[in-house]
Every structure is written in structure tokens, then in C-alpha cells.
């Protein structure tokens, strides 16, 4: 594949999602023309086209948000994480999304059909997806793939344009020869159509299926956490999460509820995922009881309503004392560390000497105006890039910042929350969903695994004699023979653009011409050729058939008097001579490779071959 020295993924967990979107001006417009205005545009009509749907999603851990790349940016980015100075031409600008979807796949494939959905409006626009499994957009299409395609083959090489799969097989030096060849001849990489039904029909889902995720709960919540709800629905991922993935050093908090006391609770109806529903059920945590929570008892109806109400209120009661806590740890680090600034100062200047060293200047006078310019924009990222490495936890820490500044920003006049009238309430969602039974579970099963599996079993239990005429049955190609039902092969041909993206073979046509090279003439002696060859070859043909047929006789005569001589060679004795001379082809083999070995397979030919041989007449290459 193209050499690129910055790697495309960087992925380090398990729930993380990355994508690479590439509109049209990333690979046909110089690299350095690309500023980060022109992406922020772009990234504005993307949010337009994709703010009907996640306008009422709530994601489970991150929102899809997408972040301008350019190229100066993603070199100060390789120069900040190694010492070795990265080649300007492999780096194209582009548009990234980072995406944490912790326990919710859910959220990870609806970015997928987001991004087809992208593809599919923007002319031009050139996706990559990848996780922590590499290229899974492949493991979803895995049974419909040809049998060249494997981790190695596919690594960096599946893109999606114009919302249809393309698998990059032909090797390109640069990522810009890669996206532009897949723009201008998308034939020559574009998945076949077994693949491509197997992703929509992944996607298909949605957007149907974001209404199905949501489960509507009754909880019992103080007052000001239901105004911060009202506020950002999302919120309520944040404190389930907390909640559940808390220990009992931090719920130390929960004990005085001094930003969400529970005097003052009212009964509301909250929208969340099903995933979070599940994930709170499963929590035990049930507040402290010296807090003044007055749970009811398990059996009471309205048991689950205080308990989830609990879980959230004190998953919030944590973020805003995380948040709190972080504050003034920032606070006091400014006051009591002026030295710091000093170092970073220090720092900065070295690193914008790696930074002239390896050219980024471009050799631009000191102090003038272009090179004020690129100074700036190192000195931004360079800090930027900073403060993200000196807070590891930085986006809990942010999502923690967003909701102490929600309860801020509530008033005191806005606590008019009175008890509501449980009736007036619409009625919570069926949670049944959270049991499932045997037959469900067999039913699911069945609908997600397909045929091909019993198809591979049936033939793997076929006899050694339908093995063999199966095999031979086959049309081979220039792979050889596909011995199991391999319909996706058609996509192994690499075409050629000047053929119209077309190879033809005729086997009909093949086989005649192979017949007439081989109908000539047997020769009844060593000097019947020596003449000219037209003698021999314009014969006619009743003639050249008396010939053959007389050769043959005595070819017959001479076989049949070896054979009665022969008398270890017992052929005729058995009927069926077809599966004879195959173990006697397994026997000669001796458990190695062969034409015999091959059909049947390796370990199924040395285990027959082991049982058709004594212990004194294993060969040497078998004996321990």
C-alpha cells in the first residue's frame, strides 16, 4: 500500500471509532492551500445534513463532532509525539472524528450510517473507518468476501465512496494517487454486491432504529436535577455511566447530596437509551441511607422509580464535586507554581527550533508576516496539544465542567417544581425486554447466522467419492479450483480499464482447440515424421481414424498382457476402480503432498493412510 508516515489510526482502546473524511478539495488542491476555514465550512454542511437525526439521538459516551486537520497541523502533530521529522508528501489534510462509544455498539454504527449518509450527498467525499479491530466494516461483510481478502491484504485499503464499500487492491506510493484513482475509476475498487448488501443491510436499522433504543423510565428526581435534564438530555448518559463505573472512595460524595438534595423530589418521566437502562438496573448501588433517601420497599410499585432516581442524582451530585474539585486544583496551581510558565516557555522554544529545523518555515524571513503566521499557528496547536496531555482524563473532566456550569446556571426562582400528579404522567415503557428466553435467543441466532455455514458442513461431510467427482466437476480459473461454493470469486479479477473492465474465457472454445492440437496422427514408426509435416497432417480424416484405431488395439493387446503378468496389480478385481486407485494414490504418497492429498485434504489423507499401512510398512518419513 501507499508508505504514509503518520499512521491513520491511533487507536489505543477497545471502544473507540475514528474516522477520515476526505472532501474533494483534500486530494485535488494542494495540501498547503487547505486552511482550517475551508474545513470548518465544510464541516458546517455536514452537520447540516446530519442534524435531523441526531437531533433527539442521546449518545452514550461522546457526541459526533468533527474536528478540522490541516497539514501544518498534523505535522506539528508528528513532530510533538517523535523526533524524526515526517515527510510533508504523504500528509493530506482531512476532516477527523474521534469517537468514544464505550458499552453501546449502537452508537458506533449509527456514525456508520451517518458517514454513508455523508458520502452519499457529497460529491467527491472519500470515507475511512476504522476501530480497534481494524477494518470491521469488512468483519460485518465477512461471508460475502472473496477469498483474497484477510487482515493483511486489507489493512488501509477499504474506503466508501458515493455510500458503496471499496476494497483498494492495486498498490499506490501516495495516499493522493490512492483517493484520486478511487474518485476517477471507482470500478476498479468497488466491492462486489454481496458485500454491499451485507453493510446496508447492517445499516438499513436506522434511522427507524433511534426511536426503538429509547426507553422511557418513571424516576423519582430531586428538583434541580430534573431542571439540568431539561436542559441537556444527554446528561443522564453522563450520570448513569459515573454511577456504575464508580467505587466506594468516590460515592463518599453521595453521603451529604450538597448539590442535589433529596427534601425536595418530584415524579418525571426521563428518556434514555435502553443500554443505560440496563446498566442502571444492574448497578446496586442504592444511596446511602443516613443521606434521607426514604427508599420504599423492594416489593412497592414505586421502588424501581426511587432507586433509578437515586443512581442519577447522585451521578450527577459527583460530576459537579469532580468538577468543583478540578477548579480549584487549577486555581492553585496558578497561584502557587509561577515557575511553570517559565518551563513551558522553555519548551516552546525548543520545540519551535525543531520546528525551523525541519522546515515547516519554509525559509521565510524572521518576523515577517508569513512567518508571524506560521509561528502563531504552532504556538496554538503546541499549547492546545499540551493541556490535552496534562489532563488524561479530560474529557470527563469537560463533560463533568459542562454540567457544574448547567447548575449554575440555574436559579433560585426556577426551583417551582411541585409534586405532579402521578396520573397526569404517560405511562413508562415495558422493560420485558430485559428478559430474554431460550426460544428468543435461538430465534436471534438463526436470523443473524445465514446458510453458508450448513453449506460448508453439508460439504464437508460428503463422501470421498462425491469429493472426487464434485472436484472434479469444478471449472478451474487461474486460482485453481474453489472446492467449496465460492460465488464472490468474480470479484478476484483485477480488470483493466482499457478492456472495458471485462476478462473473458471461453472453456468451449479452449477445449476444441486443445482437441485439435492433440488429434494427429500416431506415428507406427520413428520415420514417419521425418518428411515434410504437411504429409502426415493432410491426410484424410476416415484415414487418420483407421490408423488411430489400429494403434489403440495394440496399445489394448499390450496392456492386458502386462496386467496378467502383474499379478500385485488387482484393479479389476473391484469394480469401482475409481476409489481404489485413490487409496492406492494415498498409499504411494505416503501422508505428503499430492494430487490425492490435495482433494481430500492433508490430515484426513495421512489418517487414511495410516490406517490402510502395518506398523512395519510405514514409510520412514511416518515412523517416530
Not at 35 to 55: D, G, M, R, S
Not at 304 to 310: E, R, S, T, V
Not at 454 to 466: G, T, V
Not at 478 to 493: N, P, R, W
Request: proline letters at 4%; aromatic letters at 8%.
Amino acid at each position: 500500500m501507499y508508505q504514509e508516515d503518520i499512521k491513520m489510526s491511533k487507536i489505543k482502546e477497545d471502544d473507540v471509532l475514528e474516522c477520515f473524511l476526505y472532501t474533494k478539495i483534500c486530494y485535488t488542491q494542494p495540501p498547503e492551500t487547505i486552511t482550517e476555514e475551508i474545513l470548518l465550512q465544510e464541516i458546517e454542511k455536514f452537520n447540516e445534513v446530519i442534524a435531523p437525526y441526531v437531533k433527539n439521538y442521546i449518545w452514550h459516551s461522546d457526541e459526533l463532532t468533527f474536528h478540522p486537520r490541516t497539514k501544518q497541523a498534523l505535522l506539528l502533530e508528528k513532530l510533538i509525539e517523535s523526533s524524526s521529522v515526517s515527510e510533508e508528501c504523504n500528509i493530506l489534510p482531512h476532516i477527523y472524528v474521534c469517537l468514544h462509544f464505550d458499552e453501546d455498539i449502537s452508537d458506533e454504527w449509527f456514525t456508520v450510517f451517518l458517514i454513508f449518509k455523508l458520502t452519499q450527498t457529497f460529491n467527491g467525499l472519500i470515507a475511512k473507518i476504522t476501530d480497534s479491530d481494524g477494518e470491521f466494516l469488512l468483519i460485518e461483510a465477512a461471508n460475502a468476501l472473496p477469498s483474497w481478502a484477510n487482515p493483511e491484504t486489507c489493512e488501509n485499503c477499504v474506503f466508501i465512496y458515493n455510500k458503496e464499500l471499496h476494497i483498494v487492491r492495486e498498490k499506490y506510493n501516495t495516499l493522493f494517487d490512492l483517493l484520486s484513482n478511487i474518485q476517477e475509476k471507482p470500478y476498479l475498487s468497488k466491492a462486489s454486491e454481496k458485500v454491499q448488501d451485507a453493510l446496508r443491510k447492517r445499516i438499513s436499522i436506522y434511522p427507524d432504529e433511534i426511536n426503538k433504543r429509547h426507553h422511557k423510565a418513571r424516576v423519582f428526581l430531586p428538583e434541580k436535577a430534573v431542571l439540568i435534564l431539561r436542559q441537556e438530555p444527554r446528561f443522564v448518559s453522563l450520570a448513569i455511566r459515573t454511577i456504575c463505573h464508580s467505587d466506594p472512595l468516590e460515592r463518599k460524595v453521595c453521603r451529604a447530596m450538597k448539590y442535589f438534595p433529596p427534601e425536595q423530589r418530584v415524579m418525571v418521566n426521563i428518556k434514555m437509551t435502553r443500554c443505560l437502562y440496563a446498566m442502571a438496573n444492574h448497578c446496586r448501588y442504592t444511596g446511602d441511607p443516613r443521606t434521607g433517601w426514604n427508599l420504599p420497599p423492594v416489593s412497592s410499585s414505586k421502588y424501581n422509580a426511587h432507586a433509578l432516581g437515586i443512581k442519577i442524582a447522585c451521578g450527577l451530585e459527583m460530576l459537579v464535586a469532580r468538577a468543583n474539585e478540578d477548579r480549584r486544583k487549577t486555581e492553585k496551581r496558578t497561584i502557587n507554581d509561577p515557575e511553570k510558565q517559565k518551563v513551558n516557555e522553555r519548551v516552546l522554544n525548543t520545540y519551535l527550533t525543531r520546528l525551523e529545523s525541519s522546515g515547516y518555515f519554509r525559509n521565510l524571513l524572521r518576523d515577517s508576516q508569513e512567518y508571524k503566521k506560521f509561528e502563531n499557528v504552532a504556538k496554538d496547536y503546541y499549547l492546545e496539544h499540551l493541556n490535552s496531555n496534562n489532563h488524561i482524563t479530560n474529557v470527563n473532566k469537560s463533560d463533568a465542567e459542562k454540567v457544574l456550569e448547567a447548575w449554575e446556571n440555574i436559579q433560585s426562582t426556577d426551583i417551582e417544581l411541585h409534586a405532579q400528579d402521578e396520573t397526569t404522567l404517560s405511562p413508562a415503557d415495558s422493560d420485558s425486554w430485559l428478559n430474554v428466553d431460550p426460544e428468543q435467543l435461538e430465534a436471534f441466532l438463526s436470523e443473524q447466522w445465514t446458510n453458508d455455514k450448513n453449506k460448508k458442513y453439508e460439504q464437508e461431510s460428503l463422501s470421498l467419492k462425491e469429493k472426487v467427482k464434485t472436484f472434479l466437476s469444478r471449472t478451474s480459473d487461474i486460482g485453481g479450483v474453489q472446492f467449496l461454493e465460492d460465488h464472490s470469486m468474480d470479484t478476484d479479477i483485477i480488470h483493466d480499464p482499457e478492456d472495458n473492465g471485462k476478462v473473458e474465457f471461453d472453456a468451449d472454445i479452449f477445449d476444441c482447440t486443445l482437441r485439435g492440437i492433440l488429434d494427429l496422427v500416431v506415428p507406427e514408426n520413428e520415420g514417419e515424421f521425418e518428411g515434410s509435416s504437411e504429409g502426415s497432417l493432410g491426410q484424410d480424416d476416415e484415414d487418420k481414424r483407421g490408423e488411430m484405431d489400429k494403434y489403440m488395439h495394440l496399445l489394448d493387446l499390450e496392456l492386458q498382457s502386462e496386467i496378467g503378468k502383474d499379478e500385485s496389480f488387482e484393479t479389476n478385481k473391484n469394480p469401482d476402480t475409481v476409489e481404489d486407485n485413490l487409496f492406492q494414490s494415498i498409499k504411494e504418497e505416503a501422508g505428503g503432498s499430492g494430487p490425492v492429498g490435495n482433494i481430500v485434504g492433508g490430515p484426513a489423507q495421512r489418517l487414511m493412510h495410516l490406517q490402510l499401512q502395518s506398523p512395519t510398512t510405514v514409510p520412514p518419513d511416518l515412523q517416530s
